[in-house]
């Protein structure tokens, strides 16, 4: 079987090294300069940045024992430390109720905690309710007043949307919130394990790095500066022309596995290959942007408090790791790093700011909060914009249900899995895992519907538990 593999992120590679394994000849075509996708690292300033504070979570042990097997010993076990940053104070992220009490003072701590225990009460006695909107169901287990102060805010900034907008499984697959045991226990000081997760010595690239390694090992292809511009069926054929090195070329397959946007995918289809409804819907499906603002400083003075920090209120950026945390990255000297997300939509006015506005920007708020030393000695190494990576549409909606039809009546000659190939949120392990069940689609030994299953189940992303 001849199998060509739009996207060499981690659900691509995955897709190229299983279907390998069942006998297919494998092309991948990455349009970047380099494979990794949303999963890369860069270097700049001297430093190993990630694109966001990435660690694999163990949500797959089978993924997490293949990536050990691929990594050996240079994959470590992390537990980042984060913190949410609030009106001049870093409480701890997820919430932590004695850490609570702590920074916010007894008094001013009364009524939110007095709220939570109200609010996890009614729920045990009223379990039959099922919230429909995220709203709701976080206030159903942190009661109103912490939901304001940990999800309002945090939610509308990063997603761009407010909670009372999406799906009850958004939370449930990404807020943690203790039940009342585990909450007591915080309250008494007494320890609560910390998450642990995956990181590999020289950054996350090295997973995708490794991935790509393994499919040239079992005689696959993998082509950089490769995009895939227009599909079409001939039969029971699929024909993909690619853009490479300024020219196009055709390839015949018998599937395309594409990883890369969905929506885009669809708009390269030949004319009459793809119903107008679909192409309708598949143009509504609303992504978030992110714009990387990569900082430096010689600023001995200049450190995080925490691994990965949250910024909900004024701040251009919501997000900000160093890559001298967990990441094992030592800086050179006395430098420091910093990668400052800032979440926005595609064609904002954030979105459409020169980098050197943007740059300006952030080093502005940046100077203001007491983490990242003078601000006359930051400098900005690199801005970088991922226009498409967070998949706001929700997996019920009507147009991506019109989208996962089309592509379940296309499979097997056609399949797409991953983050953006599927249109959901989906973290490293799952986007592997699909791009493993793609190749198996491709065999006819899965459904389409098995590949989606693995992003739209209730279970937290972070330790892969199944959430009510
Ligand atoms: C800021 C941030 C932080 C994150 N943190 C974590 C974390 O801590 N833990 C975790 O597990 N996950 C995390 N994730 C999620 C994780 O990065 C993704 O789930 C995963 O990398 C998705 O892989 P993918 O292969 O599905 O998609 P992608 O990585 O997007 O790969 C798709 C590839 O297709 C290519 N492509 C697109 N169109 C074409 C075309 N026409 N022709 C050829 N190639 C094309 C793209 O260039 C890209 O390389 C984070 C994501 C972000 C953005």
Known sequence: MR????????AGLSAARRALELGADVEVLESAGTVGGLASSIRAGGLTFDLGPHTLYPGDPAVVQDVETLLGTTLRRVSPTRGIWRSGRLYRFPF???NFVHVSGVRAAARPVLSYFAARALGTLRPSLTATDLEEWAVRRFGRPLYEFYVLHHVSKNVGVPPSELPALWGRQRIAIPDVGTALRQLSGRAVPSRTSYYPQGGIGRIVAALAVAVRHRGGSVRTGTTMVSWGRTGDEV??????????????????????????????????????SVHRAAGRLRYRATVFVYLSTDDAAAGLPCDLCYFPQGEVFTRVYSPTGYTGAGAPGSSAGFCLEIHCDPG?????????????????????????????????????????????????????????????????SVVSAGRLGSHRYVNMDSAMR??????????????????????DDPVFVEDGRRRS
């Open 96 to 98: 932590h109720l004695g």
């Open 239 to 276: 024909e993909l022309r690619v853009q490479t090195d300024g020219r196009c070329v055709v390839r015949t397959l018998d599937t395309v596995i594409n990883t890369g946007p969905v929506d885009t995918f669809l708009r390269c289809a030949d004319e009459g290959t793809v119903p107008s």
């Open 434 to 455: 699909m791009g493993t069940l793609a190749a198996e689609v491709a065999y006819g030994l899965r459904a389409p519907l098995d590949i989606r299953r693995v992003a």
């Open 348 to 412: 904002d006015g954030l979105w459409n700011l020169p980098d050197a506005d943007l740059g300006r920007l952030t080093v502005r708020d940046a100077a203001a909060l007491p983490f990242f030393g003078a601000a006359a000695r930051l400098r900005v190494e690199r801005v970088l914009r991922i226009r498409r990576h967070y998949p706001l549409s929700a997996p019920v909606s009507p147009d991506l249900t019109t989208v996962d039809d089309y592509m379940d009546g296309a499979s097997p």
């Open 3 to 10: 199998i060509g593999v739009v996207g060499g992120g981690l």
